[in-house]
């Protein structure tokens, strides 16, 4: 399994972006995924992820009512909907293949959980 993200660019304080994640390869084992994101030389952070069966998701408290995670299966694509976008949502965003679907493996470290990691897509947030 391949996870390409796309869509991380410099955007301004307060405006808006769409991430990207296609998955490629034997995608039939994947059931949840989820978008972490990381400061250089800080943790990584769950975001938000999503059940590809019932479009359950969990977010972080932190992007509630600002992010939206959603999925296209004819895609075979997880979207990540950034509104109201802070100098603190800079990070490289990463999209991963969870195998467990909770809000521990969501909201964690991606320590645990995660079968498959995208490469990840910078996003700047800055005026």
């Known amino acids: 399994v391949q996870l390409v993200e796309f869509g991380g660019t410099w955007v301004q304080p307060g405006g808006w972006l769409r991430l990207s994640c296609e998955a490629k390869?034997?995608?039939?084992?994947?059931?949840?995924m989820a978008w972490y994101r990381q400061v250089p030389g800080k943790e990584r952070e769950g975001i938000s992820c999503i059940n590809l069966s019932d479009s359950t998701t969990y977010s972080a408290d932190r992007v509630k009512g600002r992010f939206t995670i959603s999925s296209d299966s004819a895609r075979s694509t997880v979207y990540l909907q950034m509104n109201g976008l802070k100098p603190e949502d800079t990070a490289v965003y990463y999209c991963?293949?969870?195998?467990?679907?909770?809000?521990?493996?969501?909201?964690?470290?991606?320590?645990?959980?995660?079968?498959?990691w995208g490469k990840g897509t910078l996003v700047t947030v800055s005026s």
């Open positions: 390869g034997s995608i039939f084992s994947i059931n949840d």
């Open positions: 991963a293949a969870i195998n467990y679907y909770s809000e521990d493996v969501c909201l964690g470290d991606g320590s645990n959980g995660v079968d498959y």
